[in-house]
């Protein structure tokens, strides 16, 4: 698990395919290795991978066919610049939200404006992700733990602060960027009940007529 909260920047020292997987090397930048061993978790924008080598400089990670469709690690290159989050560890704090590193779906920048300090970006949501999105929830975009600011249809927008465009390589996007999302694990899963609700609507679980019952729907 990770929170979404960027430890450092790093970089791709290489992405070498390997019949249908990729392996990659990754420089880790400031990121401290002192405590990661083989096996531990890493989030690389926002994917976690297995490491599988460490050294004083970085790391090693192969990313499977599964993850290169369902991602933008694949189109990464020697030089790319990468966010980086060690796996959470039990007394850490939780700054942003919980994030499994599990990417749903690739997105699109649709647009990126001024809003005083700020930078507002409208992001476009692949048809499927889009209703697991609301207003005020919790997105994670290329790792970064973000507030949903509004939604329309398949597109939502997130105010991103100097700090974060500065902390981040969210900095770095342009319009038409590709970015990995994943959507508030709470999303799914409640769908996931209410589906087995309707599915066996005299067995016990979380139906909507019990949600609205409880004062959450109305």
């Not at 909260?5 to 791709?12: K, P, T």
């Not at 690389?44 to 369902?70: H, K, M, Q, W, Y």
């Not at 990464?76 to 599990?102: C, F, I, Q, T, Y």
């Amino acid at each position: 698990m990770f929170t979404g909260i960027i430890q450092a920047i790093g970089s791709v020292r290489a992405l070498e395919p390997r019949g249908g997987d990729a392996h990659l090397r990754i420089q880790s930048g400031a990121l401290d290795l002192a405590d990661v061993r083989e096996g531990d978790s890493i989030a690389v924008n926002g994917v976690c991978l297995t490491a599988i080598a460490v050294g004083p400089e970085g790391f090693a990670a192969d990313a499977s066919a599964e993850t290169l469709g369902r991602t933008t690690l694949g189109r990464l290159k020697a030089g790319d610049r990468v966010n980086l989050e060690k796996a959470l560890a039990l007394g850490d704090r939780l700054g942003g939200h919980l994030v499994s590193g599990h990417v749903d779906g690739v997105g699109r920048v649709r647009a990126r404006e001024r809003a005083a300090r700020s930078e507002r970006f409208t992001i476009e949501a692949p048809p499927g992700l889009a209703r697991y999105i609301a207003e005020k929830g919790s997105i994670c975009v290329d790792g970064v733990s973000l507030t949903v600011n509004a939604v329309d249809e398949n597109r939502f927008t997130v105010n991103i602060v100097p700090h974060t465009l500065g902390a981040t390589t969210l900095g770095d996007l342009g319009e038409g960027a590709a970015v990995n999302l994943e959507v508030d694990l709470l999303a799914r899963y409640l769908e996931r009940l209410l589906h087995r609700s309707e599915a066996d609507p005299s067995g016990p679980g979380i139906s909507l007529g019990l949600l609205a019952r409880a004062g959450f729907l109305k």
